[in-house]
């Protein structure tokens, strides 16, 4: 017997909405227009489904970036109806609108259409040194941490680099080299981890001028980000230790090593010799 | 490849709607920082008419109270009121909040992913500047058009 499931009207084409898109082609255009598609709605049609429908049947010319369709890549970030959100994960009708617009990311440049150069968002992230520094010996094993002391960052693992919260926000509109809500959100979720020792090696940066004090707490970050990350909250957070670190100065305390692993000791070893024979020739 | 600009510019800055009331507050700080400063401008260099005598005061403080005939002085003075009150509350609010304090511990986001640092402490001040705000601005602008103080 075969187990039937049954969505009530799902595949069913329930209204015609107008896409209203930006268009923009490096190679014809001086700026850019929009364009209006006509797309027959089924329930459970994201705004990125709209967007293949246009270019499958309509304009195959439109250009978008996406790969996962399930909010997790961070690729589909738009601005949809005036707000950032990742067009894979907003449902049609749920905007309850016969009118869709659909624009680039703000605060990027354009490449074309819809997609945006996100090297901004990365050169930014990378500048915080988005990884655990430490300055004793490689590891012989794990750094150990408790569970309470991974609540203290976990929610900023989310992250997924979509890049709509420099889209969002204001301070970004203006300063070209403001660090922004991703990359000042893992800066934050780095020195709250008990395993790093990296914040002196990260402050100049940070404490730089168009660094953390840039950020009004406008909180539009925290409203479009589509994972939860509240990277406004990481960001005061960040001050705080600032503030501490220039008046009663601030410390790290490195997580202990845990028991010593056999296995990591020689892996380590070996490691070493192909380095030194790698050296030598 | 030909990649062109796309800020949304300062202008952007006074629009803020699509996002939540963080964001507007945030126009509206910009917006009454700007407007007390040009005013304090202003206010200098109107308060410096003293030293031309009394007459040109009087005249100037008539032409101030009903300018272009229209009595317009106490609602232009209410809405400075309105605005010096805000401005210095929420400003008070953000020097605590943007310093990391009364906000949220970090926590596990839920969907749908309402942002906390919005919330609890820091929306109490908020609303507490809205108090403060309609209190001082009913007692300052009946002060204002009627001279009586409540
Ligand atoms: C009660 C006294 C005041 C307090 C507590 C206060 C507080 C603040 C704070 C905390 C900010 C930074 C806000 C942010 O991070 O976005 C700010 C910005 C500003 N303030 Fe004030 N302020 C006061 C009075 C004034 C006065 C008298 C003026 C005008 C001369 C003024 C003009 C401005 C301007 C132009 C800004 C920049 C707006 C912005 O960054 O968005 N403030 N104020
Ligand atoms: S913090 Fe949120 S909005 Fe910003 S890049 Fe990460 S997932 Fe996207
Ligand atoms: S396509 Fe991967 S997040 Fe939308």
Same mark, same amino acid.
């Given at each position: 017997m075969t187990v039937q499931v049954i969505l009530k009207?799902?595949?069913?084409?329930?209204?015609?909405?107008? +896409?209203?898109?930006?268009?923009?082609?490096?190679?014809?255009?001086?700026t850019p227009k929009y364009s209006e598609y006509k797309v027959p709605v089924k329930k459970g049609m994201t705004v990125l489904d709209g967007i293949l429908y246009i270019k499958e049947h309509i304009d195959p010319s439109l250009s978008a970036r996406y790969s996962c369709r399930m909010g997790i890549c961070g690729s589909c970030a738009m601005i949809i109806n005036g707000k950032e959100r990742l067009a894979c994960q907003t449902q049609i009708l749920e905007l309850n609108k016969d009118?869709?617009?659909?624009?680039?990311?703000?605060?990027?440049?354009?490449?074309?259409?819809?997609?945006?150069?996100?090297?901004?968002? +990365?050169?930014?992230?990378?500048?915080?040194?988005p990884y655990i520094i430490r300055n004793d010996n490689p590891p012989t094993a794990e750094y150990l941490q408790k569970p309470e002391e991974r609540e203290?960052?976990?929610?900023?693992?989310?992250?997924?680099l979509c890049g709509a919260c420099l889209s969002a926000c204001p301070t970004m509109a203006a300063d070209d080299l403001y660090l922004g809500p991703q990359a000042l959100a893992q800066a934050y979720r780095y020195i709250a981890d008990s395993r790093d020792m990296g914040f002196e090696e990260r402050l100049n940066v940070l404490d730089s001028k168009h660094g953390v004090w840039r950020c009004h707490f406008a909180g539009a970050c925290s409203e479009v980000c589509p994972k939860g990350v509240d990277p406004a909250l990481a960001i005061q957070l960040l001050r705080g230790v600032l503030m501490k670190n220039s008046f009663f100065g601030y410390k790290q305390v490195p997580a202990p090593v845990g028991k010593e692993r056999p296995t990591v000791v020689e892996g380590l070893k070996v490691l070493e010799e192909k380095i030194k024979e790698s050296e030598k020739k | 490849m030909m990649l062109i600009d796309n800020k949304k510019g300062w202008i952007s800055w006074f629009n803020p709607i699509k996002y939540g009331m963080d964001r507007w507050l945030f126009a509206l700080h910009r917006l009454?920082?700007?407007?007390?400063?040009?005013? =304090?401008?202003?206010?200098?260099?109107?308060?410096?008419?003293?030293?031309?005598?009394?007459?040109?005061?009087n005249n100037l403080m008539v032409f101030l109270d009903w300018p272009f005939g229209v009595h317009l002085g106490p609602y232009i003075l209410s809405i400075?009121?309105?605005?010096?009150?805000?401005?210095?509350?929420?400003?008070?609010?953000?020097?605590?909040?943007?310093?990391?304090?009364? =906000?949220?511990k970090p926590y596990r986001p839920d969907y749908p992913y309402e942002p906390k640092s919005l919330k609890g402490w820091n929306l109490g001040l908020k609303i507490l500047t809205a108090i403060l705000m309609i209190v001082?601005?009913?007692?300052g602008i009946v002060y204002i058009f009627t001279g009586v103080l409540l």
């Open positions: 009207g799902f595949g069913e084409v329930v209204k015609e909405v107008t +896409f209203r898109v930006r268009r923009y082609d490096p190679e014809k255009d001086n009118l869709i617009k659909v624009d680039p990311l703000g605060n990027y440049n354009l490449i074309k259409d819809l997609v945006p150069d996100l090297s901004k968002l +990365f050169n930014n992230h990378k500048s915080v040194k203290k960052y976990a929610m900023f693992t989310e992250c997924i | 009454t920082g700007i407007f007390i400063g040009l005013y =304090l401008i202003a206010h200098i260099f109107e308060t410096s008419n003293i030293l031309k005598g009394p007459l040109t005061w400075l009121l309105l605005a010096v009150v805000f401005h210095g509350f929420n400003g008070l609010r953000l020097t605590i909040v943007e310093n990391g304090l009364m =906000l949220t001082i601005g009913i007692i």
